[in-house]
């Protein structure tokens, strides 16, 4: 390939005299004529801290697929496909929570990339659906009277029961980050606020841990989550970065 | 590198958030105490006070329970067995104090069913009492002091009203 290109050097030389000849006036302003392509595409990948935490936590499983879908040089459609399960041990019950959730909603990418790289700190919107089961597994009732029970709360007569069908809409805002670590290979993390959009109070027990929202606080709608994500570009097509326009001086 | 830097602050941030955990201390409800209230069998509407009153749980043993209240009041909250259908109780008056002879001890069961209640993620679960009905153990010879037992609110919810009232 060089040796083609300095062939072509040579070859061009022969008209250099020429050229100059014909166009008196030398262009002092050259349009910038470099054309810069970036990579567009769909990214795949999986949440690494959910796999970690199911690796080591035995009360826990957890998959999270997410993905984006590069939009412009800004915008991507964004979405997060996982399942839970965590069993929680409270003072006087023992309650496990398990389902699956979605997410989707777009990113917005605010990192100024320099030449050739590909990263991203964004913020983002999500809208977030959970159908879930909550089940208590074994249950004490409290009493703050010990005198029948001076050493142990009565043993709940219920059983397992078990709260099933449920499903809880909620809204999140994300701040992200992405690097490329290798060429469209990525390492992201991200840090969410949800908003629940359904009451968490539900008749029979309230729900207290809703896949894929994390830990519901009592009587708040809050709830703070995160992922550590490796994924994937699909680079489907290329597009050319609109060149930013120069403030003038 | 500016990226790795911001990385491991999104992870400080991240760690310092699932540690933040609201202090569980249950003070939302309880399971609730059965009211009991005393009033004069002569005139029914008028609350008599039962003089050293000293109340008692029986569990079917010959073992002496330990005392739950020992007072002179018009009013005492008794704790039912959650597991058990029925609580007995006994009470004992002595109209005059100095003299442990004149001690009248009267056997009191109270029956239920039991609802076990949602409470919050603090308390958890704790329990209700419906149908409550009472059953006074008639004794002969020197007989009860205390002469008629009526439920006035089967549902035991909550240890701020009246739910049994003792007639004597």
């Known amino acids: ?249 | 590198m500016r990226l790795t830097k911001f990385i491991l602050l999104v992870g400080i941030i991240g760690l310092s958030f699932s540690a933040c955990e609201k202090d569980d201390i249950c003070v939302d409800r309880d399971t609730p105490l059965l009211v009991l209230e005393f009033f004069d069998f002569e005139n029914r509407e008028i609350v008599k006070e039962v003089s050293t009153l000293v109340v008692r749980g029986v569990d079917g043993t010959t073992t002496e329970l330990a005392i739950i209240a020992n007072i002179s009041a018009s009013s005492v909250a008794l704790p039912l067995r959650p597991n058990l259908g029925t609580t007995e109780f006994s009470l004992s008056q002595n109209p005059t104090p100095s003299d442990t002879a004149t001690v009248n001890v009267d056997l009191v069961s109270f029956s239920y069913s039991t609802t076990e209640i949602f409470v919050s993620r603090a308390c958890g679960f704790i329990a209700n009492y419906n149908t409550v009905d009472g059953n006074l153990t008639i004794e002969t010879g020197e007989g009860n002091w205390i002469k008629d037992i009526e439920v006035i609110i089967p549902e035991v919810e909550n240890s701020n009203e009246t739910h049994v009232k003792i007639y004597h």
Request: proline letters at 3%; charged letters at 20%.
């Open chain 1, 1 to 249: 390939m060089l040796r083609y290109t300095i062939s072509a050097f040579f070859l061009l030389c022969l008209f250099l005299g020429n050229a100059q000849e014909k166009s008196k006036t030398i262009d002092l302003n050259p349009k910038d004529t470099t054309v810069y392509k970036q990579p567009y595409g769909l990214r795949v990948g999986i949440d690494l801290s959910r796999l970690l935490q199911t690796a080591l936590d035995e009360d826990y499983q957890g998959l999270e697929f997410v993905g984006d879908y590069r939009l412009s040089q800004k915008l991507y459609v964004t979405g997060e496909l996982g399942n839970e399960k965590k069993i929680i041990q409270e003072d006087l019950y023992e309650f496990t929570s398990s389902g699956s959730y979605f997410k989707a909603g777009v990113d917005y990418n605010t990192y100024g990339n320099w030449y050739g790289e590909q990263n991203m700190i964004t913020l983002g919107g999500r809208f977030a659906v959970g159908n879930f089961t909550q089940s208590v597994n074994e249950y004490q009732l409290f009493d703050s009277n010990r005198y029948w029970n001076a050493a142990d709360f009565v043993t709940g007569a219920g059983g397992p029961i078990e709260f099933s069908g449920r499903t809880k809409s909620w809204i999140e805002g994300v701040v992200g980050i992405k690097m490329e670590l290798f060429k469209n290979l990525y390492l992201g993390g991200s840090i969410r606020m949800g908003i629940l959009l359904s009451d968490p109070q539900d008749e029979g027990m309230w729900s207290l841990f809703i896949p894929g929202f994390n830990r519901v606080t009592d009587n708040s709608r809050f709830g703070v989550g995160y992922n550590y994500s490796i994924s994937y570009l699909i680079p489907l097509y290329k597009k050319v970065k609109k060149k930013e326009e120069l403030p003038e001086e």
